[in-house]
Nanobody
């Protein structure tokens, strides 16, 4: 089970930190990702991280503003977001992909993920 939290309303240029807490499975066996979906748009990848946390990926529009990090001891994956813009407004989801083979691999496609959290709303006002 994945539980996302930390969303809210923030002004243009502000910051937020999202957190995803996992339970029920061995967290370190899963690569993780943060996705978002705005009204009328498809779900898109924001950032992804490998099982070990050593490899990360950011979508182009988020690179340099967002940071993904995980704590395998606490079963959490966070998304720190800086310099938020109105176009970042969306529901943000965390997702987990079981990977038994490579601790340094991340996944970028929606269809590759096995489990999803319930989503948390982020609204950036101009």
């Amino acid at each position: 089970q994945l539980q996302a939290s930390g969303g809210g309303v923030v002004q243009d240029g502000g910051s937020l930190r999202l957190s995803c807490s996992a339970s029920g499975r061995t967290f370190s066996n899963y690569a993780m990702g943060w996705f978002r979906q705005a009204p009328g748009k498809e779900r898109e990848l924001v950032a992804a991280i490998s099982r070990s946390g050593s490899s990360t990926y950011y979508a182009d529009s988020m690179s340099g503003r967002f940071i993904i990090a995980r704590d395998n001891a606490k079963n959490t994956v966070d998304l720190q977001m800086h310099n938020l813009k109105p176009e970042d407004t969306a529901v943000y989801y965390c997702a987990a992909k079981r990977n038994s083979y490579n601790v340094n691999y991340y996944y970028r496609a929606v269809y590759q993920y096995d489990y999803w959290g319930q989503g948390t709303q982020v609204t950036v006002s101009s």
